[in-house]
Structure formats: structure tokens, C-alpha cells
């Protein structure tokens, strides 16, 4: 069984780029959810998606947007990024029905990509 | 204020004491509520889950829940040097987003030998 995958580890962008994380879920789940964690903080909701669709969003503008693709795999993709994009960011999978309330439970993390914006 | 609140710490204990870590939530339609340890520069990994009210207990880990006090905790008996982390809380909400984990901003943990 193969945990959560994310890549790039680390990167360093300037303000106005744009990136892309992509992430593996593990093995079983079909649910993906991005976090962002800034230092010294907890982590915060980005969004989630179920079945290819966003199923739920935090408060972060339309800059930040994503996809899944049929593998359960997910991308997170920032535009214009600001100095206060800096942050690790983390990508969980779990197993949902797509339900409210479900697909919360039991996250497995991956090991995060650390943006760097200059 | 924050929806998720704990005290930032550190928490220092010493060898084979029992550390308590405590969390207070805003929202009480949450249902579902979790402990993470996050090593420095490591991502979080899920210690405890909780959902009901009373004690929870696994090996020298204690979750306890008192929904009616919006407050949960957990307990770490027999502190090791190795439990040294940040310790965070997470709710299970259910009103805007639907299945978003709330983090508190994480408390941490210093076991010292």
C-alpha cells in the first residue's frame, strides 16, 4: 500500500508566477483535500475534491484553484502568487461518499511541498 | 474569534509525567474531532480520532470530549522524549464547506530526559 505522494518538495517562485503541486492519494481513497500550513500555524482548509469535483472550499480567492483526475491523483495550482503564498503546502486523500461529513475522517498527509515566494 | 483554540505552548514535562493538551471549539454542530502530531518539518499524522462524549483511550494516548463544554483534550501518559511535537487539534465541520478539518494553530510538546 503506497501512501500520499507530493511533488516538488521544496521551490522558490516571485511574486506574479504561477504553480503548480501535484499529489498521488493513497492506494484506496478517492478523496482529496489541500491544505495550506504557514509557519508556526495550523494547517488551513484549501479545498476538497470527490469524483474529479470541487466538494467543498475554504477561504482562499479564485487564484488558487485545482483539479483531480480519474486516478484520484489532484493538482493545486496558484496564480499570481503573493509573498504570503509562502507556505507548506499539504495534500491529504481519504475515503469519502461524497456525503457531508464524510471523507473529513481519517486523513493520511503527505509530506508537503514548501513554497518559497520572493 | 479563532473556531479552533489552543494555547501555543510550549508544554514542557518531564520523562514518564503525563502531558495534557487541551482544545476549545466555536462550533457546536461539530461532530467529529481528531488529534494530529506534526513533527518539526514533518507533515501531521492522526493520533487520535473522537466522537463521542467520555474518554477515549489507545495505548498511553486519552482523547476526551465534553461536547457540552465545547472542549477536548488529550492525554499523553508516560511522556517520552519522542513525543516531543506540536500537537494539534482538528474539528470536523459541517456548516460552509462541508468536509473541512478545522486546525487549531497546534501546541508544543517538550519532554525533556
Known amino acids: 500500500e503506497t501512501g500520499v505522494t507530493q511533488s516538488p518538495t521544496h521551490l522558490i517562485k516571485t511574486r506574479g508566477q504561477q504553480v503548480t503541486l501535484r499529489c498521488s492519494s493513497q492506494?484506496?481513497?478517492?478523496?482529496v483535500s489541500w491544505y495550506q500550513q504557514a509557519l508556526g500555524q495550523g494547517p488551513q482548509f484549501i479545498f476538497q475534491?470527490?469524483?474529479?469535483?470541487?466538494?467543498g472550499r475554504g477561504n482562499f480567492p479564485p487564484r488558487f484553484s485545482g483539479l483531480q483526475f480519474p486516478n484520484y491523483s489532484s493538482e493545486l495550482n496558484v496564480n499570481a502568487l503573493e509573498l504570503d503564498d509562502s507556505a507548506l503546502y499539504l495534500c491529504?486523500?481519504?475515503f469519502g461518499t461524497g456525503q457531508i461529513g464524510s471523507g473529513a475522517n481519517v486523513l493520511t498527509f503527505g509530506a508537503g511541498s514548501r513554497l518559497t515566494v520572493l | 474569534q479563532k473556531e479552533v483554540e489552543q494555547n501555543s505552548g510550549p508544554l514542557s514535562v518531564p520523562e514518564g509525567a503525563i502531558a495534557s493538551l487541551n482544545c476549545t471549539y466555536s462550533d457546536r454542530g461539530s461532530q467529529s474531532f481528531f488529534w494530529y502530531r506534526q513533527y518539526s518539518g514533518k507533515s501531521p499524522e492522526l493520533i487520535m480520532s473522537i466522537y463521542s462524549n467520555g474518554d477515549k483511550e489507545d495505548g498511553r494516548f486519552t482523547a476526551q470530549l465534553n461536547k457540552a463544554s465545547q472542549y477536548v483534550s488529550l492525554l499523553i501518559r508516560d511522556s517520552q522524549p519522542s513525543d516531543s511535537a506540536t500537537y494539534l487539534c482538528a474539528v470536523n465541520s459541517l456548516n460552509n464547506a462541508g468536509n473541512m478539518l478545522t486546525f487549531g494553530g497546534g501546541t508544543r510538546l517538550m519532554v525533556k530526559p
Open positions: 491529504a486523500s481519504s
Open positions: 475534491y470527490y469524483r474529479e469535483e470541487e466538494n
Open positions: 492506494s484506496g481513497h478517492n478523496t
